[in-house]
């Protein structure tokens, strides 16, 4: 019996887990799914790669395909919110190895691809959906879906929902979907704003947590190179030629950086790709396929793919310019030491980077060793240029409260306003120790 069925999935979905060589629980696995199957609200914190998306999905297909019968036209039964395209991506096609023989509809959408094509898809009725926040509110303003038969609602990697100013969509969202409905937040960091987002949307939920927030995996090797921003592209070039056959991934904080970076590393004979929010979808999925079978070894990111990628073989992670928001360093070098796997993280820091270094720092409750350079005295800081266009705000078609043709205001706020705090909270009437009421 696989050892999951011990946890309480029905039979056909541990010989799935089975044929996909899937036998051991990982821990935040073991501790989620027998409560989520159990109907109770769940808060689960554990570092990036441990198999969240299990957690969570096993269980509600645990649940949808005992129902027996196909939903109707335009409904959804299950919503799962993700921040990014490749998270969204990642979510559905792992889902799809274990949807009980293909009887479940599993949909996509997200910003990037054809919303006539989705529109079509939706018409059919959708067990599970997997969505971005601004392509769903799109749709749900064209009367292409409705979620009033909804009686789950995931909120993946909530923390960077909240980040890239989804706030508002979420508030959006949430009212149109039953207030008698199971609600699981997964995520590896905890600020503070989560909390109150849990408050929020959650019923008493039961929190799940396998390790401190900001705490990375164990097999990570991480070090720091404290260099001059003038040095940095060539000491990049440097290290990856130590390792030209592995497979690299590299942070550029802004999408004219990741693209500038992408082109000079060409120029020095490396095979190499980008993805950020100005490419098309079908552009970053090919450059992602290109770099998961080794046709590519370098891919230069920005934080759209900080959580959306899972790829076992990368070997590297290169924090080429630091985040601005210190829990997206523990997001980006989780893309290593997957699998079991071990990886290496180097981070670069320039002069103007040091308060952001030392953000990470208090996050990971621990100094970066150091492998190159000495760390920037307070009198030799930099003043902070302007941050151009950032990254991490391209992964989820527009953001609600964008002026058109603009980029989204943090948090959502209208211009001129302070962005306002969750909604009220509204109590849920399910009744504890009862699964979500199902549609019929």
């Known amino acids: 019996m696989n050892k999951f069925e011990a946890l309480g999935v029905a039979p056909k979905l541990g010989q799935k887990l089975t044929e996909n060589n ?10 989620a799914i027998p409560i989520i199957l159990t109907g109770r609200d769940v808060m689960g914190l554990a570092q990036t790669g441990t198999g969240k998306t299990l957690a969570f999905g096993l269980p509600i297909i645990h649940n949808l395909i005992k129902i027996g019968t196909k939903p109707d036209p335009k409904t959804v039964r299950a919503l799962i919110l993700a921040p990014t395209r490749e998270l969204a991506k990642q979510i559905q096609d792992n ?9 479940l509809k599993i949909n996509m959408v997200v910003g990037g691809l054809s919303m006539n094509t989705q529109r079509k898809a939706l018409e059919r009725g959708t067990d599970i959906l997997v969505a971005t926040p601004g392509r769903l509110i799109d749709l749900l303003e064209q009367k292409a879906l409705t979620l009033s038969e909804s009686t789950y609602l995931v909120l993946d990697e909530a923390d960077q929902m909240l980040d890239m100013g ?3 969509a979420l508030r959006q969202i949430a009212k149109l979907i039953p207030e008698e409905r199971q609600t699981l937040l997964f995520s590896a960091t905890m600020p503070k704003l989560m909390e109150e987002l849990a408050a929020t949307y959650l019923d008493h939920p039961r929190k799940v947590q396998v390790a401190r927030p900001g705490k990375t995996a164990d097999k990570i090797t991480q070090s720091v190179h404290y260099v001059a921003k003038a040095a940095k592209n060539d000491l990049l070039v440097e290290l990856l030629d130590k390792h030209r056959d592995e497979l690299a991934l590299v942070f550029s904080r802004t999408k004219h950086g990741a693209e500038k970076l992408k082109k000079m590393l060409e120029k020095k004979g490396f095979a190499a790709g980008s993805i950020h929010g100005n490419k098309s979808q079908n552009q970053r999925d090919r450059s992602l396929a290109a770099f998961k079978s080794g046709d590519i070894r370098i891919l230069v990111a920005t934080d759209v793919a900080a959580r959306g990628i899972d790829i076992p073989d990368v070997a590297f992670v290169y924090n080429f310019d630091l985040p601005n928001v210190p829990e997206n360093y523990v997001h980006r070098i989780g893309r290593t030491a997957r699998a079991g796997k071990e990886g290496e993280a180097i981070a670069f820091c320039a002069p103007d980077e040091m308060s952001e270094m030392k953000d990470i720092e208090k996050v990971l409750k621990m100094q970066i060793p150091v492998a190159g350079g000495r760390r920037w005295a307070p009198s030799e800081e930099e003043a902070k240029p302007k941050r151009g266009g950032g990254g991490n705000r391209g992964g989820g078609g ?6 058109k043709g603009g980029k989204q205001r943090s948090q959502g706020a209208p211009q001129g306003e302070k962005p306002s705090g969750p909604p009220k909270r509204r109590r849920n009437r399910r009744r504890r120790g009862q699964g979500p009421k199902q549609a019929a």
């Not at 899937?22 to 501790?31: F, K, L, M």
């Not at 889902?95 to 009887?103: E, V």
């Not at 527009?398 to 002026?403: D, L, M, V």
């Open 398 to 403: 527009r953001g609600r409260g964008a002026p």
């Open 95 to 103: 889902l799809k190895m274990f949807q009980g023989g293909g009887h």
């Open 166 to 168: 989804f706030i508002h």
């Open 22 to 31: 899937i036998v051991d629980p990982t821990p935040i696995q073991e501790e």
